[in-house]
């Protein structure tokens, strides 16, 4: 039996090119031709989520995720085809909807409590269940507007998974808090999915989509281009993002973007990743060094230039250095000055799509070229199951047998 069934479903929105925000700007639009664009954000799709199933959802931005899960919910409504649901859903969209900033803690769990269908008998000890998931107990009676960012990720987080629903459609909720919270939210998924709740989670972070999710489904430019087995379908997707996009950029490209910045007095000309026999390296073996080759151009003088890395996972820093913390200073340069850069490290981490950043600064703290994930990186083979990096466990194993004195030792395995 599945609990969802999406049908043929397509969507277009239209993206006009003027705003009206007068009435009569909304007149004059009548008696002119106002330009105006066709996205198609799903395409004719067709799949099933099973009853009692963890159903994952990938690709790339705009490919359709997000809409999909909006039909689902019922908060869109199909140009073509149907959405069938059977069962009561809540859906985890946008994570803090509808709460009141004027409202205290409390209040805002009751009133979205009620929305979300608390048994109105239970109302007192699932809104306390929730406080207390959320570690908000000290906020309790605390507005809403005196709360961070987190806390309040944490309470629509915690508010939405104490309902009783029979499906959950979660977008992007796997870094909700920090990682002590984070991890509480890995123990709720495991129990919705040992007492076979059917769950529909949309999320980039291809190591919990593996790790949790039955079924899997891969979209792109609106059209389902695979589904099936979860560990089949995100290789096939880590291979053909490799294929297709991992490279080192053309440092040009990002130009005028919000992707690089600085004062320009300290240049970059060239990043890439390289093995340490210097081929370029975009996929890697878990535990292997590589070497980032950094080459940049001075316009203006650099007493005491600092050049540094950050590598992420989506949206996670997973490690961060430069050469002042490394203890290597770099000589003063002057304009027309070159300099070339080699920072090798170990890539002791989980499987999974890494970028890396790239920046140059003066060691009063002013940026003179940073640019935002400039490479990309894969990185497979590992044995880590959880978390990001990948310690090199080794195993050594002795037993001795029960009618012999002799031991038997295995040899070192990583």
Known sequence: MNAIEVRGVSKTFRIPHERHTTLVERLLSFFRYGRVDIL????????????????????????????????????????????????????LLELGLGFHHELTVRENVLLYG????????????????????????????????????????????????????????????M??????????????????????????????????????????????????????????????????????????????????TGQRWGDGRLRFTSARLETEDGRPAT?????????????????????????????????????????????????PLGPGDRCEVQISFVAGLRDGQYTVTVAASGHEGTAYDWINHAITLLVEGSACVEGLADLGAEVQCEITRADSSTAVRAAPVR
Not at 66 to 87: C, E, Q
Not at 197 to 210: A, E, K, M, P
Not at 308 to 317: A, K, M, P, S
Request: net charge negative.
């Open 175 to 256: 870094a909700v808090g920090d990682a002590q919270f984070q991890r509480k939210c890995i123990e709720v998924f495991t129990t919705l999915k040992r007492a076979q709740r059917t769950i529909v989670l949309v999320s980039h972070d291809l190591n919990s989509v593996q790790r949790f999710c039955d079924t899997v489904f891969w979209l792109d430019k609106g059209h389902v281009v695979m589904g099936g087995d979860s560990t089949d379908v995100v290789q096939s997707y880590l291979t053909v993002v490799q294929n297709a996009g991992l490279r080192s950029i053309s440092l040009e490209e990002t130009d005028g």
């Open 40 to 91: 198609k954000a799903l395409d004719d799709v067709t799949l099933e989520v099973p009853a009692g199933k963890f159903v994952g959802i990938i690709g790339p931005n705009g490919s359709g995720k997000s809409t999909l899960l909006k039909l689902m919910a019922g908060l869109l409504v199909p140009d073509a085809g149907a959405v069938d649901v059977r069962g009561k859903i809540v859906p």
């Open 114 to 173: 009620l929305v979300l269908g608390y048994p109105p008998a239970e109302l007192d000890r699932r809104i306390a269940d929730v406080v207390s998931f959320a570690e908000l107990e000290a906020f309790r009676d605390a507005k809403l507007k005196s709360l961070s960012s987190g806390m309040l990720m944490r309470l629509a987080f915690a508010t939405a998974i104490h309902a009783d629903a029979d499906i959950l459609l979660l977008d992007e909720v």
């Open 283 to 331: 996929r890697v073996a878990a535990g292997r060094r590589i070497v980032l080759h950094l080459e940049a151009k001075a316009s203006g003088d650099c007493r005491q230039p600092v050049f540094g890395i950050i590598v992420w996972l989506g949206g996670q820093i997973v490690y961060s250095t430069n050469t002042g913390l490394l203890g290597t200073p770099v000589e």
